[in-house]
Each structure stands twice: as C-alpha cells, then as structure tokens.
C-alpha cells in the first residue's frame, strides 16, 4: 500500500501533501497535492534528478529555465538534472499531479537513446489513452500491487511519455520565428484561455471564453491552434475527458449523471467519446480506475510509436 505524508512551512502549516505508489519497484512516484497558493513565482529550486511530471486536476504557473508555462490536468513536463523550476498559483491551491522520479543510474538502465540525455526539457502533453494509464498505475498501486507489475508497469509509462516528448515540439520549438513580442503576448492569452477553462469547467460557450479574455472567437481560436498545435475544442475534449475519469475513479456510477454534468449529450454520446478517445468502455474504465490489471492491456500505453526502451539483460 502507498504511504503517505505532509511537507509544514516553518509555521506548522501544511504546504502539500505526498501519496508515494509503491517505492519497492525501483523507480520513485508519488501523487502531490500542492497547498502553495502564493501568486508570485517561488525561490528557483534546481532539479538534482529527471523527473516526469503528469497533470490531475487544478492550474498553475511554471518557468523552467525561464520559460513560462501554464500547467493543467492535461500537461506533461519532462525535466532534467539541473534545470531550474519555479512556480506561481494564479488560481490558488490545490493543484496535483504525479511524479516520476528518474536518477541518472535510471536513465541508463531504461533508455540508450542520447536525446533523453542531452536534449532540453520538454513541456507539453500527452494522449489520454497515456493519461489514463496513468491514473490506473495509480489506483492499482492504492489497492495493493507487487513490486514487479509495479516496475513494469511505470516502465512503460515513462517509455510512453518520452516517446511523446520525442515525437512532437513544444510550444517554445513551435514559435521558432515570430517577432519575441508577438509570441509573448499569444503565449500570454493561450495561458489565460487554458485559467478560464480551470475555473469555468465545462459552461462556457467559445464567445464566452474569448469576452473572458478579451479577443475575438476567431484570433482566440487561431492563436491557440498556432501556440499549443492542437484546437481549443481538443483542449476542452481533454480536460472533459479526465474530469469524466475524476468521476468515476470517485466512486460515480451513474453513466447519465455524468454525462449530463460534464456536457455530454447523452449517455450513449458519453460511452462513444469515451470508446474513441481511450479505447476502452466506462465500464473497462471503471475496473482499470478501482485497481484492477488492465493497465497492462496493449492499448493503454503503446498508443505512441517511437524509440522504445531498451531490454537489457
């Protein structure tokens, strides 16, 4: 079973709190539930080791080497030994996410690619089949797991995100080009659609989340699409998506409650976004979110092809 436990300010409150899945298996991960709610961008801390860092609910602010990102429960942030973070809560506390911790030892045992070991951070997302492959190594390990199933299965997470790191640039590699001030401001309204989405959830129409950040539907839909490579109607679909998974993973079984709260037409318009997206029935969904094996499934995480980790003897 995961052990559990709280980081204090010097004042004695509680700063956040620590969910450790099974530290047996080799490769340290744990759900954070960050309590910080400052707005102001926190002391650089640097990283002494590789960590994955995955979206669960919430939204802040993160710079790594500089360079400012707006992290929600669709993120994935791939980050080095040495890199300096920092960290600001616009939206107040409450955020989590999960970790993957990777020490060097870790990278060459698991990966013999070079870009890993020497390319930068990458921020960006990854697809909610990985997502949800995620939030299943998750609960298998809350409900008890060996260590073995454990390792492999973390194993091929990580390969999973990497590849997506690989794979696809990131919003800084996509802004190659354009005038530094012009990119700063897109980037700057890609952040405040992404807060409106947090907070509002799923009851705004596109006129409504552009008044919010005042623009235009049509600038706010292109500059998105060109800042982020996807639509804000794919976004949207994401964050819809892993707010159905919050549901079911806390216990909801009322398919039609849950479509009617999350914007779904009906429940059958619920059960085929839900087959689409994540290959998977809710029902599937529910089993893989309350513990059960299916996280090794083929289709949870090589959904992506790419560089594979190696198998070392």
Excluded at 131 to 140: F, I, P, Y
Aim: glycine share 10%.
């Amino acid at each position: 079973m995961p052990d559990e436990h709280e980081r204090r300010r010097p004042d004695g409150t509680v700063q956040g709190t620590w969910h450790f899945l099974n530290r047996r298996c080799g490769l340290p991960s744990y759900v954070v539930r960050c309590l910080e709610d400052g707005r102001s961008f926190s002391a650089p801390m640097v990283e002494e080791t590789g960590r994955i860092i995955l979206g669960r609910s919430g939204g802040y602010l993160r710079r790594v080497n500089g360079r400012e990102v707006f992290a929600d429960r669709t993120s994935a942030l791939v980050i080095r030994p040495g890199d300096e973070l920092r960290v600001a809560h616009p939206l107040g506390c409450g955020d989590t996410y999960t970790v993957v911790e990777l020490s060097p030892a870790d990278l060459n045992r698991l990966t013999s690619d070079e870009r890993w070991l020497s390319g930068p951070s990458w921020d960006g997302v990854v697809d909610d089949r990985v997502d949800l492959a995620h939030r299943g190594l998750d609960a298998a390990s809350r409900h008890g797991m060996d260590a073995f199933e454990a390792a492999e299965r973390t194993v091929r997470l990580v390969d999973s995100v990497l590849t997506a790191s690989w794979q696809g640039p990131d919003d800084l590699q996509r802004a190659v080009g354009r005038r530094p001030a012009t990119e700063a401001a897109h980037r700057k309204l890609v952040y405040r659609a992404r807060e409106v989405l947090v907070e509002e959830g799923f009851t705004l129409g596109l006129t409504e989340v552009a008044a919010k950040v005042n623009c235009s539907p049509h600038h706010l839909s292109r500059v998105f699409h060109r800042v982020t490579g996807q639509s804000l109607t794919a976004h949207r679909h994401r964050l819809r998506i892993q707010a159905v998974l919050d549901a079911i993973a806390e216990g909801e079984r009322d398919l039609r409650t849950i479509a009617a709260t999350h914007g779904f037409a009906d429940q059958a318009h619920l059960t085929r976004v839900v087959r689409e997206r994540l290959g998977r029935s809710p029902s599937a969904v529910r089993d893989l979110l309350s513990g059960g094996s299916g996280g090794l499934a083929e289709s949870s995480t090589d959904v992506q092809r790419g560089p594979r980790v190696a198998r070392r003897a």
